[in-house]
């Protein structure tokens, strides 16, 4: 059954959201805080069932902030390599679409969660468009009127505006706009690169030199019990050591090895999760409730490559979660897509960090978070894998507290791509 629509906001309450924006934008807070607080208010506005803003970079497009019935969307890929859609789309003040003139891959993902008819709007700067603002309705025979076209258009330039007043925007700045900075970035980063190997490498390897010290100068001096116990710590941490180096190296190189999703074999994903759980370390297994499917539609791509997604999205659950527990894996699919959920009861994540937290080396800054240790490259190696395989991948609150991780990959049976 089709969701039903909210009731249109009032001129007044629609007034207050405004304002609310312009005091999250006065205290220099105004990234994707005030993003979230945009599409929030363009579905309660509209009385749509759900609201999503996409950022347009000249390295792609990319849905960056969702509400309600498309927060699924979240990190989506969005296709504008074509440069005369782009401009078309940047002369639109406004625009109903049914979900049923979307290509069909695109209306996939629509249809099958009940949304029939999209309302949209873009966002310029300078004549340059940076965003298109987007709600969602279920009923295809609804007609869009004056009021919630002037609350789409207004919404959409407050957004566009966002991109003039936060240095946290746009989310994905990688692009020709940036190049100009990237030899300095580039020699920081290499600095940071080797002052946190360093330290990430020096724990494991001063605990696999004591364990193999005591072995060599006390093996006869030690029980079986002993023995056993000290082998299997050397065997943990050389394991440990061992991926940490690939993750290091794969993200100095800025590669993971991962062929196109596109020429790998299709391979049900609850089978090589099952597989990958059981390769976790013991104290990731004992933090972890597994609820997973007999089976789940195919998905292609690089099989052996969610091993290393699985790892690094369960060792960030834990590592922010209270004494390591209450981290939950499920997985299910929809008309289009595979997913996989890592959810945690944590420290949770804000909204203006959920993408920051992709970037390589970045991590939660708070002084009581930083106890947890790492180098900052878990999330950053798992979007490099996912993308690479026509999927995306999200961090978003969790109600009730905590965090949720959702990767997305397109069904083999459904075509390639997302875009």
């Known amino acids: 059954m089709a969701a039903s629509s909210a009731p ?32 929030d208010a363009a579905a309660t506005a509209t ?20 509400t309600s019935s498309l927060t699924w969307a979240l990190g989506l890929p969005v296709d504008v390599s074509d440069p ?13 679409t049914l979900v049923d003139e979307l290509p069909p891959e695109s209306a996939a993902h629509f249809r099958g969660r009940g949304i029939q008819r999209i309302l949209s709007a873009v966002g310029s700067v300078g004549g340059s468009l940076v965003g298109s603002l987007h709600v969602c309705f279920p009923d295809p025979d609804g007609q869009a009127d004056a009021h919630q076209f002037a609350a789409m258009r207004y919404l959409a330039a407050a ?33 940071l690169f080797i002052a946190m190997t360093s330290h990430e490498l020096r724990t494991p390897v001063t605990v696999i030199k004591g364990y193999a010290d005591t072995l060599v100068e006390r093996w006869d001096s030690l029980d079986d019990p002993a023995r056993r116990e000290a082998v299997r710590v050397v065997w943990q941490r050389a394991r440990e050591l061992a991926r940490l180096v690939d993750r290091l190296l794969n993200a100095a190189s800025d590669l993971t090895g991962v062929s196109d999703g596109s020429t790998g074999a299709p391979f049900d994903l609850a089978r090589v999760l099952r597989d990958a759980v059981l390769d976790l370390s013991p104290d990731l297994r004992r933090s972890m409730r ?44 929809d008309a289009y897509t595979v997913w996989i959920r890592v959810a945690d009861r944590g420290l949770g994540i804000r909204p203006e960090h959920a993408e920051r937290a ?34 995306w991948v999200s961090l978003r609150p969790r109600e009730g507290g905590g965090a949720v991780a959702e990767v997305r990959l397109p069904r083999a049976d459904a075509g390639a791509g997302v875009a």
């Open 8 to 39: 249109p906001l009032d001129p007044v309450a629609l007034l207050d959201r405004l304002t609310d924006l312009i005091e999250v934008i006065n205290q220099g807070e105004s990234g994707l805080r005030g993003l979230h607080l945009i599409v």
């Open 47 to 66: 009385g749509a069932t759900g609201a999503a803003f996409v950022e347009y970079t000249p390295s792609g497009g990319h849905l960056v902030a969702a």
């Open 84 to 96: 005369e859609a782009v401009r078309m789309l940047a002369s639109l003040r406004g625009q109903q």
């Open 159 to 191: 957004a566009a505006r966002l991109y003039l007043e936060s240095t946290e925007l746009p989310v994905y700045p990688h692009g020709p706009e940036a190049a100009a900075d990237e030899p300095q970035e580039r020699e920081q980063g290499r600095d």
């Open 290 to 333: 597994v609820s997973l499917p007999e089976a789940l539609p195919k998905v292609r791509g690089d099989r052996a490559s969610f091993s290393t997604v699985l790892a690094e999205l369960v060792t960030n659950a834990c590592k922010y979660s209270p004494d390591w527990v209450d981290v939950e894996l499920t997985a299910g699919s």
């Open 358 to 391: 992709f970037e390589r080396f970045w991590q939660l800054e708070r002084g009581d978070q930083r106890q947890y240790g790492g180098v900052g490259l878990g999330l950053y190696l798992v979007r490099k894998i996912v993308e690479r395989q026509n999927g």
